[in-house]
C-alpha cells in the first residue's frame, strides 16, 4: 500500500529497503536515471529529491508534488477577509455610488469611443494583431521545448505519406499501410505536412499544425455564425486564441487525432438541425479522418437526437451520407491493407479498441479509478479542472436549455449527454487516464462555453457567470489574475447596476487571456529555437534511420 500512496515516487525498486539517516548532514546518492522531482510539505518546506529512496525518505515525511500549503490557505483566507472588509467599507460609507458613478462616467465614453462599427473593426484589428503577436510567441517557445513523443513522429510520418501518395504509412514498426495501429486520421496533421514540405523542420511543423487547427475552429465558427445570422466578432477574437485553454494543449503541436476530430465533431453539433447532411459528413470525418474515439459521443449524441422526432427516412438518408466519408476511407484501405481487405481491416480495428489499456474493459474498468492512473501525478489544479469543471459546464448547458434550442435546434439536452458520456468513460472505466483523452470531452465544454457567451444563451445571471470563470479558470498561468478575474466578474454581474455587465466581463476576460499570454514574452530571457531540423527524416519519413534520428537527435 505504502508503494501506491507513494506513487508519484515512481516504480518501486525489486529489494527496495528505505534510508534512514542517522543526522541532517547525511547525503542521499544521486539516480541518474531517476528524474529530478520537486516536493513541498504542507508548510512550505521544499526538497529536490533525485532517487527513489530519496523520494520515498521525503513522502513519508509528508511531502509531495505541488502539495497545498498553509500559506495558500493562508492566501485565500487574507483574500476572503480583504474582500470582507472592502464590503463592509463600501457599504458603511456608500462608496458604492460614488464608484458607480465614476465608472460610468468612464464607460460612457468607452463605449461612445466604440460606436461607430468602424471605430470597433479597427481596434478588434488592433487586439488580433496584439493578440497573434504574443500567441505566435508562446507557441513557438512551447514548440521548441516540448520533448519527443512517439506518437507525434507516427502521425507526421503516417500523413505525409497520405498526403503524397495516398498511402496512410508510417513504418513496419507500427504496422504498415493503413494499420490498425494508426490513430490519428489525415485532418489531424494537415498544418503539420504543410509545414513540413515547406521547411523539413519539427518545429515549425508543430506551429503549422497549431494554426492549421485555430483555422479549422474560425471556419466551421463562420459557418455557425451565418447560419444564426449572428455577430461572431467575439467570438472570433477568443476563437483565436482558445486551443491554449485546453489541459495538455500541446498535443495540437504533436498532430496527435484529439484536437481536429472534437473541434469537427463539436462544431458539427451547432450545424445539425441547419444543415443536417453537411453535419453528418463532418461526423463521419471527425471519427474515421480523425480520431476513432469520436463515435462515443456521437453514437449518444445522435441516438438522443433521434429518440423523439425523426422519422425512418430522415434516418435512413442521414446513414446514407455518413457513410460517405467511411466508404471512401475503406476504398483506401482496401487497395492498400494487408490481404486487400477492409473486412480484415475492422475486425482488427475492433480487437484493437476492445483490448486496448486504455478501454477499461479487459483490465475491469473500476478497479484503477485514481491510483495507478495518470491522475496520481496531476496537480489539484488540474484535477478540478478535468473533475469538476465538466459537471458545472454541463449543468449551464441544461439550464440554458430553452435558448440553445430556439437558436439551434434541440441539441442541448442531446449534446450534455453525449459530453457526459465519455466523462464517465474517462473517470470510471479508462484505467490510465491519460489526459489527452480528456480532451473529447474538454474541448467540447470549451467551444460549447464559447458559444453561449458569444452568442448570448445563458439563461441568467448565475448561468453567464459560471461560465465566464469555466474558460478563465482553463488558464494555466498564474492563478492569482483568475482570483482577480473571479472577484471583478462577481462584482460586474451581480452588484453594479450601471452598465451592460455581459460586455464588460467578456472583454475582461479576453483581456485576461492576453495577459497571460504575454506575460511569458517578457519574463524569458531567450526565444525558442525553430532550428529542429532532422537531416535523416529529409529524404524519407518512414525509414529506419529517421525513426532513429527522432528518436535520438
Not at 479522418?289 to 449518444?300: A, E, N, Q, R
Request: hydrophobic letters at 55%.
Amino acid at each position: 500500500m505504502q508503494a501506491l500512496f507513494f506513487n508519484f515516487c515512481g516504480i518501486q525498486p525489486q529489494g527496495f529497503i528505505k534510508v534512514q539517516p542517522n543526522d541532517s548532514s547525511f547525503l542521499f546518492i544521486n539516480d541518474i536515471n531517476f528524474k529530478a522531482l520537486n516536493l513541498n510539505n504542507f508548510f512550505g518546506k521544499f526538497a529536490t529529491v533525485n532517487s527513489y529512496a530519496e523520494c520515498y525518505y521525503y513522502a513519508e515525511l509528508g511531502f509531495e508534488p505541488n502539495k497545498v500549503t498553509i500559506f495558500d490557505y493562508g492566501l485565500i483566507v487574507l483574500s476572503l477577509f480583504l474582500l470582507i472588509i472592502i464590503l463592509f467599507l463600501i457599504f458603511k460609507y456608500n462608496l458604492g455610488k460614488k464608484i458607480n458613478s465614476y465608472l460610468k462616467y468612464i464607460f460612457s465614453k468607452f463605449k461612445s469611443f466604440f460606436k461607430e462599427k468602424k471605430i470597433y473593426q479597427v481596434w478588434l484589428v488592433v487586439l488580433l494583431i496584439v493578440q497573434n503577436f504574443f500567441l505566435f510567441d508562446y507557441v513557438r517557445t512551447k514548440a521548441s521545448r516540448i520533448p519527443r513523443f512517439i506518437d507525434e513522429y507516427i502521425s507526421l510520418a503516417s500523413n505525409f505519406n497520405f498526403f503524397t501518395t495516398l498511402d496512410f504509412n508510417a513504418g513496419e514498426f507500427i504496422g504498415g499501410s493503413y494499420s490498425e495501429f494508426l490513430t490519428s486520421g489525415p485532418i489531424s496533421a494537415i498544418g503539420g505536412i504543410i509545414g513540413w514540405i515547406i521547411s523539413d523542420n519539427l518545429t515549425i511543423a508543430r506551429i503549422a499544425n497549431f494554426y492549421w487547427l485555430v483555422i479549422l475552429q474560425i471556419i466551421l465558427l463562420i459557418s455557425i455564425s451565418k447560419s444564426i445570422k449572428k455577430d461572431f466578432l467575439f467570438l472570433l477574437v477568443l476563437s483565436n486564441i482558445m486551443l491554449i485553454l485546453v489541459p495538455w494543449w500541446q498535443g495540437s503541436l504533436y498532430m496527435i487525432g484529439e484536437f481536429a476530430s472534437v473541434i469537427v465533431f463539436t462544431n458539427a453539433v451547432f450545424l445539425f438541425h441547419k444543415y443536417r447532411n453537411a453535419a453528418m459528413i463532418l461526423f463521419s470525418i471527425a471519427i474515421f479522418w480523425g480520431k476513432f474515439l469520436t463515435l462515443l459521443p456521437f453514437i449518444v449524441f445522435y441516438a438522443f437526437t433521434i429518440f423523439k422526432n425523426t422519422k425512418l427516412s430522415m434516418i435512413f438518408k442521414d446513414i446514407m451520407v455518413f457513410l460517405i466519408p467511411l466508404s471512401l476511407w475503406l476504398i483506401l484501405v482496401d487497395i492498400h491493407y494487408e490481404d486487400d481487405s477492409f473486412v480484415l481491416y475492422l475486425n482488427n480495428l475492433l480487437d484493437l479498441i476492445l483490448g486496448h489499456q486504455s478501454a477499461g474493459i479487459e483490465s475491469g474498468g473500476m478497479r484503477g479509478i485514481i491510483s495507478g492512473s495518470e491522475v496520481s501525478n496531476w496537480n489539484k489544479y488540474d484535477v478540478f479542472r478535468i473533475l469538476i469543471a465538466p459537471l458545472i459546464s454541463i449543468t449551464i448547458l441544461i439550464s440554458s436549455k430553452a435558448k440553445i434550442d430556439a437558436i439551434f435546434g434541440q441539441i442541448a439536452l442531446p449534446l450534455s449527454i453525449s459530453i457526459f458520456s465519455i466523462y464517465l468513460w474517462f473517470w470510471l472505466l479508462s484505467p490510465t487516464k491519460w489526459m489527452r483523452h480528456s480532451q473529447h470531452f474538454m474541448i467540447v465544454i470549451l467551444i460549447s462555453i464559447v458559444y453561449l457567451i458569444g452568442f448570448n444563451l445563458t439563461n441568467s445571471k448565475i448561468s453567464y457567470f459560471l461560465a465566464v470563470n469555466v474558460i478563465a479558470i482553463m488558464i494555466e498561468g498564474n492563478k492569482d489574475s483568475i482570483y482577480i478575474f473571479l472577484f471583478s466578474s462577481l462584482w460586474l454581474v451581480f452588484v453594479q447596476r450601471k452598465f451592460n455587465y455581459k460586455f464588460v466581463t467578456n472583454g475582461l476576460l479576453v483581456l485576461l487571456i492576453l495577459f497571460e499570454v504575454s506575460l511569458p514574452y517578457f519574463q524569458k530571457t531567450t526565444f525558442g529555437d525553430l532550428s529542429f531540423i532532422i537531416n535523416a527524416c529529409q529524404s524519407n519519413l518512414i525509414s529506419e534511420e529517421c525513426l532513429y534520428a527522432y528518436e535520438n537527435k
